[in-house]
């Protein structure tokens, strides 16, 4: 019972106050979450510690988080939005 009382506070704290990361963050979590691995898991869980702004900034690449896990969590989870760059251009 407490595992899953966890799973969804992190559920609920991967909603957040702004649409561009509720758009991000919580589809990954219903869909990516229970399938990565403990070290992208525990950077998500300190990702969702950061303040909104910051995060919009990393998600919107104008800026890097300086924790090399939480940059690499963050790549990790636009390559799975974004398209695959056109290899013609």
Same mark, same amino acid.
């Given at each position: &019972?407490?595992?899953?009382?966890?799973?969804?506070?992190?559920?609920?704290?991967?909603?957040?106050?702004?649409?561009?990361?509720? @758009?991000?963050?919580?589809?990954?979590?219903?869909?990516?979450?229970?399938?990565?691995?403990?070290?992208?898991? @525990?950077?998500?869980?300190? @990702?969702?510690?950061?303040?909104?702004?910051?995060l919009l900034e990393w998600f919107s690449q104008k800026s890097r988080s300086d924790?090399?896990? &939480?940059?690499?969590l963050v790549d990790f989870m636009l390559a799975r939005v974004q398209p695959p760059?056109?290899?013609?251009?």
């Amino acid at each position: &019972m407490t595992e899953n009382l966890e799973y969804n506070r992190m559920r609920w704290r991967s909603r957040r106050g702004l649409l561009e990361l509720d @758009l991000l963050l919580l589809p990954f979590f219903d869909e990516m979450y229970l399938s990565i691995d403990a070290d992208k898991q @525990l950077n998500f869980q300190k @990702l969702l510690e950061q303040e909104d702004p910051d995060l919009l900034e990393w998600f919107s690449q104008k800026s890097r988080s300086d924790d090399a896990g &939480m940059a690499s969590l963050v790549d990790f989870m636009l390559a799975r939005v974004q398209p695959p760059a056109d290899p013609k251009a």
